[in-house]
T-cell receptor, first 117, second 112 residues
Framework: DSGVTQTPKHLITATGQRVTLRCSPRSGDLSVYWYQQSLDQGLQFLIQYYNGEERAKGNILERFSAQQFPDLHSELNLSSLELGDSALYFC????????????????FGEGSRLTVL | AQSVTQLGSHVSVSEGALVLLRCNYS??????LFWYVQYPNQGLQLLLK??????LVKGINGFEAEFNKSQTSFHLRKPSVHISDTAEYFC??????????FGRGTSLIVHP
């Protein structure tokens, strides 16, 4: 058990809809990362938050957004869903040492599997 | 910029055999290197990591990897695999941004 909790584990929805994925990081971790895993693209970095603020952006579509709340949990919002958005979405968190001591080691949740029909 | 190339998307070996999973990286700064394992329907968990110091790194479940700066490689090996090692293995590199870039993964199948 990594200590990172993601909900829901599975989600099936239709094209054009909007969904919200939730992540609770390990206790004390300030950084949250979102990754998308698909067969054709592999594991792609979407976005990182550090202590409530956006820190880095990767290959995140404009239809997607995220935020990190004061209690450090994070939500990834996916809107106007398309068939190609079907994937496994992972949340990860990193150690509480802060950016200066971070090496990039991440602790992953079990993922939220999104199926768009 | 940083990138990872994992050679061989699928590897199949017999139980008890030596396995070598290959990873080459590119990084504009001294890298931190990682191997993660993903069992079916689970998240990724860290096998081992290289930050600085000794180039041979030992991890969990009998896995080890060697950092080779001149060849920009970080190959993973295990002298004798078990059926329970069947999983997807990901190599990752992080540099100045501390945000790891992952390879496409290697599916390891260990058969009796």
């Amino acid at each position: 058990d990594s200590g990172v909790t993601q909900t829901p584990k599975h989600l099936i929805t239709a094209t054009g809809q909007r969904v919200t994925l939730r992540c609770s990081p390990r206790s004390g971790d300030l950084s949250v990362y979102w990754y998308q895993q698909s067969l054709d693209q592999g594991l792609q970095f979407l976005i990182q938050y550090y202590n409530g603020e956006e820190r880095a952006k990767g290959n995140i579509l404009e239809r997607f957004s995220a935020q990190q709340f004061p209690d450090l949990h994070s939500e990834l919002n996916l809107s106007s869903l398309e068939l190609g958005d079907s994937a496994l979405y992972f949340c990860a968190s990193s150690d509480p040492g802060g950016m200066t001591s971070n090496t990039g080691e991440l602790f992953f949740g079990e993922g939220s599997r999104l199926t768009v029909l | 910029a940083q990138s990872v190339t994992q050679l061989g998307s699928h590897v199949s070996v017999s139980e008890g055999a030596l396995v070598l999973l290959r990873c080459n990286y590119s990084s504009s700064v001294p890298p931190y290197l990682f191997w993660y394992v993903q069992y079916p329907n689970q998240g990724l968990q860290l096998l081992l990591k290289y930050t600085t110091g000794a180039t041979l790194v030992k991890g969990i479940n009998g896995f080890e990897a060697e950092f080779n700066k001149s060849q920009t490689s970080f190959h993973l090996r295990k002298p004798s695999v078990h059926i329970s090692d069947t999983a997807e293995y990901f190599c990752a590199v992080s540099g100045g941004s501390y945000i790891p870039t992952f390879g496409r993964g290697t599916s390891l199948i260990v058969h009796p």
